[in-house]
């Protein structure tokens, strides 16, 4: 399994970006899904969740900025942000909790992509 995230880029203050997260390989369901972010010298922190059965959680700091949405037909988590603040100035990393074909189930990550917010 395979997660290959990409839409990541520099935009101005104000601006919108939407990142995409695409799962691959053997999958037989995904749980939830979710997009992470860790900026230089900080933890990694959640920034938004989606569950099979559509329910979203979102960090404080982008809720009412941020919409995650999922395409189980495309194993795909998009997540679009408006409003972009040079604090969202982060690595993005999505994540997914998968059951696969074998019968087992993990916690994947994708490799990140770059989303820098110039002032």
């Known amino acids: 399994v395979q997660l290959q995230a990409s839409g990541g880029g520099t935009v101005q203050t104000g601006g919108s970006l939407r990142l995409s997260c695409a799962a691959s390989g053997s999958i037989s369901h995904i749980y939830t899904m979710g997009w992470y972010r860790q900026a230089p010298g900080k933890q990694r922190e959640l920034v938004a969740s989606?569950?099979?059965?559509?329910?979203?959680n979102y960090a404080d700091s982008v809720k009412g900025r941020s919409t995650i949405s999922r395409d189980n037909a495309k194993n795909t988590v998009y997540l679009q942000m408006n409003s972009l603040k040079p604090e969202d100035t982060a690595v993005y990393y999505c994540?997914?909790?998968?059951?696969?074909?074998?019968?087992?189930?993990?916690?994947?990550w994708g490799q990140g992509t770059q989303v820098t917010v110039s002032s």
């Open positions: 994540n997914a909790n998968i059951y696969n074909n074998w019968g087992s189930r993990a916690n994947y």
């Open positions: 989606i569950t099979d059965s559509e329910n979203t």
